[in-house]
């Protein structure tokens, strides 16, 4: 039914980032954030500054293909500036324990009918860890198998950007696994945009509309 009233339509905005600190949960190979003092008003400077020194695979971010896939550009050339706006969210809930590695066959028992959307969510619950244990989270994350990866590109046909409530989608447990996945979804064409460590603890299936909005640094593959 299309409401054809002039009745403005309620909405509720969330946020599906995490905020970042310097005990963000990292992987094991990928340095904590670190913020330091530049200038603070105590101390009788002008202002407070502050430097944030991080990694751009670290926290809420979206990875571009030359992430993994060589000769491709950076992050702003797949990306507006405005950033990317995907309307047709599809949320596919699929638990799943620790090192868990996430199979075609997972997927197409836990897909919807609905897959000619733009944003596939998967949302695997493993984020309950994030705070209570975060060395599980990021240590023992499940993540796709290559057969996932090639499952979305052949029954997503729309799909511009997958998303998962995970360190990454790349399974610690079989990192090959991982980057097999990331490669296919990177390396589609066009390239489909992958979407790590949100925040989907908030009834992810009541999503319309979801605003990617990125820091912008030239000549980086992800941020």
């Known amino acids: 039914m299309i409401d054809h009233s002039n009745k403005p339509q309620s909405c509720t905005h ?52 030359a992430h993994m896939v060589k000769n ?16 047709d969210v599809v949320v596919c809930s699929l638990a799943s324990g620790a090192d ?9 028992a836990a897909s919807p009918k609905h897959t000619d959307g733009d944003l596939l969510l998967i949302h695997t619950g ?10 599980k ?8 198998a290559a057969s996932a990866a090639k499952f979305i590109v052949e029954n997503y046909p729309n799909v511009k950007c997958v998303g998962i409530d995970t360190i ?3 399974a610690t447990a079989d990192v090959p696994e991982g980057i097999a996945a ?24 009541r999503l319309q509309r979801v605003w990617i909005t990125p820091l912008f640094i030239e000549g980086l593959d992800s941020c």
């Open 14 to 65: 969330i946020a599906l980032s995490y905020p970042l600190a310097e005990h963000t949960p990292h992987p094991e190979d990928i340095r904590p954030i670190r913020i330091t003092a530049d200038y603070r008003l105590d101390s009788g400077d002008l202002s407070n500054v502050s430097c944030v020194h991080m990694p751009n695979h670290i926290g809420t971010h979206i990875d571009g293909p």
């Open 72 to 87: 491709r550009g950076p992050l702003t050339d797949y990306m507006p500036p405005t950033g990317l706006i995907l309307s």
């Open 100 to 108: 868990h590695l996430i199979t075609g066959d997972d997927l197409a």
């Open 126 to 135: 493993f984020a309950r860890y994030r705070q209570s244990d975060p060395e």
């Open 137 to 144: 989270y990021a240590q023992h994350n499940p993540g796709l």
């Open 168 to 170: 990454s989608i790349a």
């Open 182 to 205: 990331h490669q296919i979804l990177l390396g589609h064409s066009p390239p489909i945009l992958l979407l790590e460590d949100i925040n989907l603890n908030d009834n992810p299936t």
